[in-house]
């Protein structure tokens, strides 16, 4: 499917998406997944590579910005 005449969207991705990382390893501005916050944990992945994708993943926003709905049901479920 064609965005605009310069940019195609590609379906099938295998991404490995995360917002999980110590602020002390990356040098950019992470938010924090809202699932990890609530839980104190660290184990929730948006996607991860050739194994899942988290059911609060709404997909992503140029550039590096993750969509979640999390504690929401998934608007695209049965969509996708
Ligand atoms: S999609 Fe949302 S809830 Fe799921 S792992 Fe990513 S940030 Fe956390």
Same mark, same amino acid.
């Given at each position: 499917?064609?965005?605009?005449?310069?940019?195609?969207?590609?379906?099938?991705? @295998?991404?490995?998406?995360?917002?999980?990382?110590?602020?002390?390893?990356?040098?950019?501005?992470?938010?924090?997944?809202?699932? @990890?916050?609530?839980?104190?944990?660290?184990?929730?992945?948006?996607?991860?590579?050739?194994?899942?994708?988290?059911?609060?993943?709404?997909?992503?926003?140029?550039?590096?910005?993750?969509?979640?709905?999390?504690?929401?049901? @998934?608007?695209?479920?049965?969509?996708?």
């Amino acid at each position: 499917m064609k965005v605009n005449k310069d940019i195609k969207k590609l379906d099938g991705a @295998n991404m490995d998406i995360d917002l999980s990382s110590s602020q002390d390893k990356i040098s950019w501005k992470q938010d924090k997944c809202p699932w @990890n916050e609530a839980e104190d944990t660290n184990k929730h992945k948006c996607a991860v590579k050739n194994i899942s994708i988290c059911s609060y993943f709404c997909g992503v926003e140029y550039l590096d910005n993750v969509l979640c709905c999390y504690p929401h049901e @998934n608007p695209f479920k049965g969509k996708e």
